[in-house]
Nanobody, 113 residues
């Protein structure tokens, strides 16, 4: 059974940084493309960043140059380094395993102005 467990969310001031982690289990992690999504109150869930099994990456325009997605296959973990955070980055952030369409439970990120 696939499990995705996010951690690292919290409250931070604008301009600050956070690193989210997503620990995966139950599948061959290195073969899976992984993504981070977010959902702000009253808004649709949106793709933030994607990383392929080979390490290729894509980002939403709103986070390019500020966020970095990475993976450690030895630890079965995908990360999202978030720098220069803005109040509009406030949302619940979800880890997503593209193979099989599995979601984590989400972690709250709140950026104060």
């Amino acid at each position: 059974q696939v499990q995705l467990v996010e951690s690292g969310g919290g409250l931070v001031q604008a301009g600050g940084s956070l690193r989210l982690s997503c620990a995966a289990s139950g599948s061959t992690f290195r073969r899976n493309a992984m993504s981070w999504y977010r959902q702000a109150p009253g808004k649709q869930r949106e793709l933030v960043a994607f990383i392929g099994s080979g390490g290729s990456t894509n980002y939403a325009d709103s986070v390019k140059g500020r966020f970095t997605i990475s993976r450690d296959n030895a630890k079965n973990t995908v990360y999202l380094q978030m720098n220069s955070l803005k109040p509009e980055d406030t949302a619940v952030y979800y880890c997503y395993q593209n193979t099989g369409a599995y979601w984590g439970q989400g972690t709250q990120v709140t950026v104060s102005s």
